[in-house]
């Protein structure tokens, strides 16, 4: 199948030459690709009937397939989906009052930062997204959006995945977010943990699009424990590159920081964050941490969040708490993954077991008594996990 948003528009008119239709072809499909953003080939009204039965064959309109999708009180829409090769990526959207619609997207299969408290961090590293696969979870957002005449507003890759890992792809689907979904740069955001050489590549790029880093902690000590990628870039180091992203850019960064209880959330502790960020030109935007399995950790409680960003503007820091979203529909990055392969495991084991209970003619057995180390197929998401974090080849 030939996935059409993967390809140019000069790539596209080859495609329908090779097929003998007219050059004013590939401009029609281009228009009902990116102007009408249909989400079948019947809509694409003004081609012939032929060429659409051929389309239907041949080709597609984005290569995610849907494999989960939850909806949460709080009107999150988390999805789940799956690429050719079996990898499985998440992406939310998230819908606010001010009418704001913002898609939280991926740039990677799982990730090889290994922050304790992430559970994508828990699973570890599977491979890179290419530029159409990041492009389209926020095009097929849009899609839906503007089905029920609304827009897609704001795109933030804040999904699974460390964007700046994954440099020239994200990049590139940062442009195609401006061209082809006609979202400014100041409504895209684009997060880090902390990779300092691509910070300022990033500053260099000559684009106004908006810096996020994932700090938690204002002491290398400290944050040595929570994010790997502090062991090779101090705290130092990367305030050094955010004072060169405002330089270039004029534009404020924006601190994230999960409040972890009795963690990272003391009075001290957002002392020493006021003083790294003195006289930067910055936001904190501090969000109570979303549980994962994995991590022992738990939210801060109310009157703890308050005193931290009470100290935080007694130092001339902006600081909003953010609410977390989703929370009951797991919308935290790497979480429905997590869910859905857990429950596939548990599935498995118990077709394993009936399978087994078959061949020895024990179909009434119960199902836990067999299968429980079923190690099989899992549609590719967990089978080659890198573990560990190299940060040798980011330069
Ligand atoms: S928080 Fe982001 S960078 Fe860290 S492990 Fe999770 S996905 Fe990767």
Not at 40 to 66: I, Q, Y
Not at 286 to 298: A, Q
Not at 315 to 336: E, F, K, M
Request: glycine content about 8%; charged content about 25%; hydrophobic content about 40%.
């Amino acid at each position: 199948m030939i996935d059409l948003y993967g390809l140019t528009m000069n790539e596209l008119e080859a495609l329908l030459e090779s097929w003998d239709e007219p050059r004013f072809r590939a401009r029609q499909v281009w228009s009902w690709l990116y102007d009408s953003r249909v989400r079948n080939f019947d809509d694409m009204r003004n081609l012939p009937l032929p060429l659409r039965e051929r389309l239907k064959k041949e080709a597609a309109l984005g290569s995610l397939e849907l494999e989960a999708e939850e909806t949460s009180i709080d009107g999150t829409i988390k999805r789940l989906y799956r690429l050719p090769d079996g990898q499985l990526i998440e992406s939310v959207l998230m819908e606010y009052d001010d009418e704001r619609r913002t898609a939280c997207i991926s740039s990677q299969a799982g990730c090889a930062m290994g922050c304790v408290f992430c559970a994508t961090g828990q699973m570890g590293f599977s491979r890179h997204l290419t530029s159409d696969e990041i492009f389209e979870q926020a095009l097929y957002f849009a899609r839906d959006l503007e089905a029920r005449g609304e827009r897609l507003s704001n795109v933030v890759f804040m999904g699974m995945g460390e964007p700046f890992h994954n440099y020239d792809a994200s990049i590139e689907a940062v442009r195609r977010l401006m061209s082809d979904l006609g979202i400014g740069a100041r409504h895209i955001t684009v997060s880090t943990v902390g990779l300092v050489p691509m910070i300022r590549r990033f500053a260099d790029e000559g684009l106004q699009v908006k810096l996020a880093v994932s700090l938690h902690a204002a002491t290398d000590s400290e944050r040595d424990t929570l994010l790997p990628v502090n062991r090779r870039w101090s705290l130092k180091e990367l305030v050094n590159a955010c004072h060169y992203y405002v330089d270039m850019t004029g534009r404020r960064v924006s601190f994230e920081w999960t409040l972890i209880q009795g963690e990272n959330d003391t009075p001290e502790q957002a002392l020493a964050l006021g003083r790294l960020l003195h006289g930067l030109k910055c936001h904190v935007n501090v969000i109570p941490l979303n549980p994962t399995t994995g991590y022992h950790g738990g939210p801060s409680a109310a009157g703890r969040v308050e005193t931290f960003i009470a100290v935080l503007a007694e130092h001339g820091i902006p600081a909003t708490v953010r609410v977390r979203r989703g929370i009951d529909i797991d919308a935290g990055c790497g979480q429905l993954k997590s869910k859905v392969l857990r429950r596939r495991r548990e599935q498995a084991k118990m077709g394993a077991a009936a399978a087994a209970d078959v061949e020895l003619g024990l179909e009434d057995a119960l199902p836990e008594q067999a299968g429980d180390e079923f190690d099989g197929d899992l549609g590719g998401s967990v089978a080659d996990i890198e573990d560990g974090v190299d940060f040798d080849d980011i330069q």
